[in-house]
Each structure stands twice: as structure tokens, then as C-alpha cells.
Nanobody, 119 residues
Framework: QVQLVESGGGSVQPGGSLRLSCAASGSISSINYMAWYRQAPGKQRELVAIITSGGTTTYADSVKGRFTISRDNRKNTVYLQMNSLKPEDTAVYYC?????????????WGQGTQVTVSS
């Protein structure tokens, strides 16, 4: 069984930084893309950033220049470095990945980690 476990959320003042991590574990043959989504109260879940197996990245316009997504394929881990945080970045952040096992290829979600930006 595959699991995605996130860590690194918390509370920070505007202008601060946080680094999120998401580790995939289980019977993994390969991982296609890995991504971070977020969902603020009363809003729909939105894509923050995505990184392909080859390292190509795409970002939401709202985080370009402030957030950086990266991955360590040896550790099956994806990271989200968040700098110059703003109150509007407050949300639950979710890790998502398309993972191939011996029997199936499908996408998986982490449990979410809270990020709060407030003075």
C-alpha cells in the first residue's frame, strides 16, 4: 500500500519561509509527477506547483518567484520551499503524486498540512 506523508507546516509571520516535505512509501515501482495543492477555508482546492519525473516544473501565477518545488527521486520525496509568505497563502497544503505499483497506476494524496501566515 502506498502512502504520502507530509511534514513541515506551521505558523509564520508575513515575509517568512517554510519548507514542506512529502515522502512516498510502499510498493512503489515509479513515480510520475508530484505536486502540491492547497485549499483555503471556503475555497476550492487549487494547484500550487507540479514537478515531472524529469524535473520540469510549473507554478500557479500566485506563487511564481516565491515558491520552489523540487524532488529527490532516490528518497521518493517532494519538497516545497515557500518564501516571502503572504496571509493569502494560508491554507491546508496537500501532496499529490501519480505512482505506479506492480498492479496499478493511480494518483495518491497526503493527509494535508496546515500553513498559517499571520502577524
Amino acid at each position: 500500500q502506498v502512502q504520502l506523508v507530509e511534514s513541515g507546516g506551521g505558523s509564520v509571520q508575513p515575509g517568512g519561509s517554510l519548507r514542506l516535505s512529502c515522502a512516498a512509501s510502499g510498493s512503489i515501482s515509479s513515480i510520475n509527477y508530484m505536486a502540491w495543492y492547497r485549499q483555503a477555508p471556503g475555497k476550492q482546492r487549487e494547484l500550487v506547483a507540479i514537478i515531472t519525473s524529469g524535473g520540469t516544473t510549473t507554478y500557479a501565477d500566485s506563487v511564481k518567484g516565491r515558491f520552489t518545488i523540487s524532488r529527490d527521486n532516490r528518497k521518493n520525496t517532494v519538497y516545497l520551499q515557500m518564501n516571502s509568505l503572504k496571509p493569502e497563502d494560508t491554507a491546508v497544503y496537500y501532496c499529490n503524486a501519480v505512482i505506479r505499483t506492480l498492479t496499478i497506476t493511480r494518483d495518491y494524496w497526503g493527509q494535508g498540512t496546515q500553513v498559517t501566515v499571520s502577524s
